[in-house]
């Protein structure tokens, strides 16, 4: 079992920064990569970004060059920095821990809502 915590969302203004953290607890060292997906209303839940635990990243075509994704291996905890926000990046982003054993395990955090305004 793996537990996600995130922090870090709310509101700002277009043109702005946030940061988002995600706390990794339980059965860190079956974690295969760990990402950031997220949920704006009426849509699909979507891929921002992931990092292997080879530190390979990969990202959504609509956050390059914005979005980086990054992580403290001592700490557990994945990072999402999030610049020059647009009002379409506005929805609730979730923590994702992928676990690959026989099958497939993914795993979610709560969510946090990151609101930009136009």
């Known amino acids: 079992q793996v537990q996600l915590v995130e922090s870090g969302g709310g509101l700002v203004q277009a043109g702005g920064s946030l940061r988002l953290s995600c706390a990794a607890s339980?059965?860190?060292?079956?974690?295969?990569?760990m990402g950031w997906y997220r949920q704006a209303p009426g849509k699909q839940r979507e891929l921002v970004a992931t990092i292997t635990r080879g530190g390979t990243t990969n990202y959504a075509n609509s956050v390059k060059g914005r979005f980086t994704i990054s992580r403290d291996n001592a700490k557990n905890t994945v990072f999402l920095q999030m610049n020059s926000l647009k009002p379409e990046d506005t929805a609730v982003y979730y923590c994702?821990?992928?676990?690959?054993?026989?099958?497939?395990?993914?795993?979610w955090g709560q969510g946090t809502q990151v609101t930009v305004s136009s």
């Open positions: 994702n821990a992928l676990v690959v054993l026989v099958i497939r395990y993914d795993y």
């Open positions: 339980g059965s860190i060292s079956s974690i295969n990569a």
